[in-house]
């Protein structure tokens, strides 16, 4: 087999990396000198690490984050805003996501909330989880409308969340005489 044939049979089955790399170590001389074991180590570390990169660029652009730059490490905690780095750096590991649970931010206007929701969605991004950011008051608007529309269970498998997770929101709908009637 040749090389050029063994590089658009690794390009027809979505290999690129590796064929790039694979291009690269047969133009460079010192190459032959290396074991093949190592050399063959080499390319399948070039293309996992791609595949890696790649996901991880997926799973930002799907999670449709209002601040794709927001980072944990860049949070001020010295702003006056009484926030508790110790639980911030825990929530960051992403474990409560392994352990079904929510992370509910308030706090006033203009206080950092869509930061941090944001800094969390990237952090989870980044151990490959998906994320979808999607503001409390869309959401509520979907919700109802998929109601009207008979979509609910539709609407929830899209927006990747179980009944019971919306139940414990306590959904409320504002009637124009002000009553309130649980959806």
């Known amino acids: 087999m040749t090389n050029q044939s063994t ?14 790399a694979f291009r690269i170590q047969m133009d460079d001389s010192s190459m032959k000198e290396v074991p093949f074991e190592d050399r063959f180590g080499m390319l399948v570390d070039v293309e996992y690490s791609s595949r890696k990169n ?11 984050l209002e601040q794709p730059d927001a980072s944990i490490a860049a949070i001020d905690y010295q ?9 911030i750096s825990r929530l960051a590991t992403c474990k409560y996501i392994t352990e079904y649970r929510n992370i509910f ?15 969390f969605g990237m952090e989870a991004c980044k151990h490959y989880y998906s994320v979808k950011y999607v503001r409390l008051p869309d959401l509520l608007l979907d919700l109802q409308a998929a109601r ?9 498998k899209i927006h990747k969340a179980s009944t019971a997770d919306y139940r414990r929101m306590a959904i409320a709908e504002t009637h124009r005489s002000g009553n309130q009637k649980p959806v």
């Open 54 to 64: 790649n996901r991880l660029k997926r799973l930002i652009r799907s999670a449709e």
């Open 105 to 119: 931010i308030t706090g006033a206007t203009g206080s950092g909330k869509t930061y941090m929701a944001c800094a």
């Open 79 to 87: 702003s006056g805003r009484k926030l508790n780095k110790t639980l």
């Open 148 to 156: 009207d529309n008979g979509a609910f269970a539709t609407t929830l």
């Open 7 to 20: 590089l658009d049979k690794l390009s027809e089955m979505r290999l690129t990396s590796i064929a790039d």
